[in-house]
């Protein structure tokens, strides 16, 4: 498709169930919109068949474009993927491949695009997923906008349409460990948010086991939030404060009462408490210098395997950051 507006970026895992149904929505969407409208799909190294099928669409419909890693990389350098072999003109559509975030709000997101908004982000006013799962998002949501250095908005995830300006801010941005939603915030603009009823899976099964979503929140905690370091401060304040109370409790015991405390129980608390202390502090500081070691190597994001635009596999040109891909 020469010269789309929009880019519809969807990556995709293992999906072979729900991928015919987001094709048929999306092809409902494209037909019926007035827009010219391109969409990315991009494979993170899923080991069914989903590469397969999307091969087979991208060769015969042109408004498809797909990216194949070569591994899997995660969902955020999916993303990430996507955003640099996106085309749109005008702004980039960003959705899940399951179909929990609904193609057909293009329309009204774009409408937004039209007021003046960079960036419009979707608000989860309802989830339909298990207690525990919307509990852990909401509690993670409200600690996020209490910590971090930028204006989170709460309940809003990655699914969002952000101009083109925003998307080449993005591509400029090289971090290892990636944060999108939270990379989307810093870039500013104007922003707004649109809620929606987030619906639920209907094939297949989440991606994100637990493990996924931790990493996830600890990339926004420690890139988006000075918290960890001054609660590495303020632990210290506060091990210091029950080391003087207790010495002052041993001093009025020595001096007031003539007791010699007898104290192998409190010897054996401050000693734990100085140390799970310590080793917090220590784990914390870990987590920065994990970072910094990862973003130091300087390796490309990720690697591309193959790249079929406009009906036909296309050469890899071989770049070192976001805004590009590497061959095999």
Not at 34 to 46: A, K, N, Q, T, Y
Not at 210 to 224: D, E, V
Request: proline share 4%.
């Amino acid at each position: 498709m020469p010269n789309p507006q929009i880019s519809i970026i969807a990556p995709l895992y293992n999906e072979t169930e729900s991928l015919p149904r987001l094709i048929a929505r999306l092809n409902a969407v494209m037909d019926t919109s007035p827009l010219r409208i391109e969409v990315v799909l991009v494979d993170d190294g899923s080991r069914d068949t989903t590469a397969v099928l999307m091969q087979q669409l991208a060769l015969t419909d042109s408004r498809y474009q797909c990216v194949f890693l070569s591994r899997n990389y995660g969902h955020q350098i999916a993303l990430t993927a996507g955003i640099a072999l996106a085309t749109g003109a005008e702004a980039l559509f960003i959705i899940d491949g399951d179909l929990q975030d609904p193609p057909e709000l293009l329309t009204e997101f774009y409408q937004k695009y039209q007021e003046g908004y960079d960036v419009v982000y979707a608000v989860r006013k309802k989830r339909k997923e298990n207690w525990f799962k919307r509990t852990a998002y909401s509690l993670f949501y409200r600690l996020m906008q209490s910590i971090s250095y930028v204006d989170m908005p709460l309940d809003s995830g990655d699914f969002s349409l952000i101009s083109r300006r925003v998307a080449d801010v993005l591509k400029q941005m090289p971090e290892e460990s990636r944060f999108i939603r939270g990379m989307r915030s810093w870039i500013g603009f104007r922003q707004i948010g649109v809620e929606y009823e987030r619906d639920a899976r209907l094939d297949g099964e989440s991606k994100y086991s637990f493990s996924m979503l931790q990493r996830l929140a600890y990339n926004g905690i420690f890139n988006f939030s000075e918290y960890p370091v001054k609660l590495i401060t303020r632990m210290g304040m506060f091990t210091i404060g029950v080391a003087a109370i207790y010495l002052i409790q041993t001093l009025i015991k020595r001096f007031i009462y003539h007791d010699v405390p007898q104290g192998f129980t409190a010897l054996l608390f401050v000693i734990v408490l100085f140390s799970g202390v310590q080793l917090i502090a220590l784990g914390l500081i870990g987590e920065y210098v994990l970072r910094i070691f990862f973003q130091a190597k300087g390796r490309p994001l990720y690697v591309v395997r193959e790249v079929i635009r406009q009906q036909q596999r296309q050469p890899l040109p071989s770049i070192r950051n976001a805004d590009s891909t590497t061959t095999a």
